[in-house]
């Protein structure tokens, strides 16, 4: 593998970061308070550490001599596993779109996404203890939906027509559902990772150079992504009768709306402001982490990185409450920018680990997805596959939250994906099939 693909996942996280900063810095949102010379140092250091952790999880990888230490390793056949979480992930969905048309809450009409998101979250109290049936059903099968969805995409040309059949209709129907139906765009967002961390490993595999032939497709589907982001955003705000023109009085007094900024010169009240909303998605945490560099610390006993492990150990185990304990709540508290806005995943893992020591900790992290990109690379391992989708995911969300750990169902996930690795991946460490072409 050559140096630009060895390392590409390395230079796209580095980029990623250092553009979502400069939408902060930069973008048509001023945040009253943002400490940008802090947030950027503090920035400085986290990618310095990510490049020293990859780097050295790179060099430590050594291809022959693992093949020849692994080659007696029996092969674990992941197809009955396959369908298993394909079945699973499939009743799941049709358990949920049953539920929504026996409540009659079932949308299909693209102009009402908007709506259908405050439909759905009209009732929600967090930490409540009420759990829709449809939230529940999601995380149950979160797990296996995951599974099916990267491992159907990878490998879709290897599958039958039935079960091919089968992943575009898991695919689409968690879009139609979740997008349409509820006016979420995370599962939008969730389809557009996995198939950017599949196409990289393709691509890679195959062993061809980097050119403008190759990106051209991306470059051809950028705005029509884009623009559905924004489309969904600007559905969601109309039905709550906010525009441009009246944002800064119904948005939280600790930001407001530049409209004399080039985004609005340029494209207008309408668009500029469906831009700045997606702006503001992929960098607002970046003003939670300043408010949070200049709070205090206090200790969240190892489980304050994860919402739903605090619940869970709060209720199940009768341990103490300590979300109050944490940078979003302790940010909310004493600033106004309240825990449901964004902090950054920096925020939340150094609720546990202290601002130094998440420097350290994402330096781990960027080790760990440098050898899972090796060796979903080098052996097409479907363990590796799932870890390394998973940590993209991850990466993709670090201007905004601890999204892999926010909720039970990403928790099982993780847990779920770490554990099969753990235990299965070196199996795979043995140059058995040709690349892809």
């Known amino acids: 593998m050559n140096s ?15 553009f979502t900063f400069a939408l902060i810095v930069f973008g048509p949102i001023t945040y009253y308070g943002f400490d940008p010379f802090l947030t950027g140092l503090f920035l400085f250091a986290i990618m310095i550490s990510i490049a020293v952790g990859y780097m050295i999880g790179n060099a430590s990888y050594d291809m022959r001599a693992r093949s020849r230490r692994l080659a007696s390793g029996k092969p674990f056949n992941i197809v009955p596993l396959f369908y298993v979480c394909l079945g699973l992930a499939l009743l799941g969905l049709g358990a949920s779109v049953a539920q929504a048309m026996l409540t009659n809450t079932l949308n299909l009409s693209p102009s009402e996404i908007g709506q259908s998101y405050i439909d759905t979250y009209q009732d929600y109290d967090r930490n409540s203890g009420d759990y829709s049936l449809t939230f529940v059903i999601y995380s149950l099968t979160l797990a296996p939906s995951f599974i099916a969805t990267v491992w159907g995409l990878f490998y879709y040309k290897d599958l039958s027509f039935v079960a091919r059949l089968a ?21 939008l967002g969730d389809t557009i990772i996995y198939l950017i961390a599949i196409g990289s490993i393709w691509y890679a595999r195959s062993g061809r150079a980097v050119n403008i032939k190759l990106l051209l497709p991306s ?33 939280n007094y600790l930001q407001s709306y530049n409209l004399d900024h080039p985004v609005f010169k340029l494209f207008g009240y309408d ?16 003003f939670g982490l300043s408010l949070a560099l200049h709070s205090g610390w206090t200790w969240s006993y190892m ?44 925020a939340s893992w150094a609720s546990d680990f202290t601002f130094p020591g998440t420097v350290i900790l994402f330096g781990f992290f960027a080790f760990v997805m440098a050898r899972a990109w090796r060796e979903s690379v080098d052996f097409e391992n479907p363990f590796a596959i799932l870890l390394f989708t998973l940590m993209t995911f991850g990466a993709f969300f670090i201007p905004a939250n601890n999204q892999l750990f926010i909720s039970p169902g990403s928790l099982a996930n993780v847990i779920v994906v770490v554990v099969l690795y753990l235990l299965f991946h070196w199996r795979f460490n043995v140059v058995r099939r040709p690349a892809r072409s």
Request: net charge positive; hydrophobic share 45%.
């Open 4 to 18: 630009p693909m060895r390392n590409g996942p390395l230079y796209s996280v580095l980029c990623y970061v250092g």
């Open 219 to 251: 470059v051809v589907l950028t705005p029509f992504v884009l623009y559905a982001f924004i489309y969904i955003l600007s559905q969601r705000y109309s039905a709550m009768s906010v525009d441009a023109l009246n944002i800064n009085v119904k948005a």
């Open 167 to 187: 992943v575009v209709a898991l695919v689409l129907g968690n879009l139609a559902f979740y997008v349409i139906g509820s006016g979420k765009q995370k599962q």
């Open 271 to 286: 668009a500029g402001f469906g831009m700045s909303m997606l702006a503001g998605y992929l960098s607002q945490g970046y």
């Open 303 to 346: 489980i304050g990185f994860s919402y739903s492990l605090t619940v869970i150990a709060n209720r199940v185990f009768d341990l103490p409450w300590v979300i109050d304990r944490t940078y979003p709540y302790i940010v909310g508290r004493e600033t106004g920018w309240a825990e449901s806005k964004w902090h950054s995943t920096f």
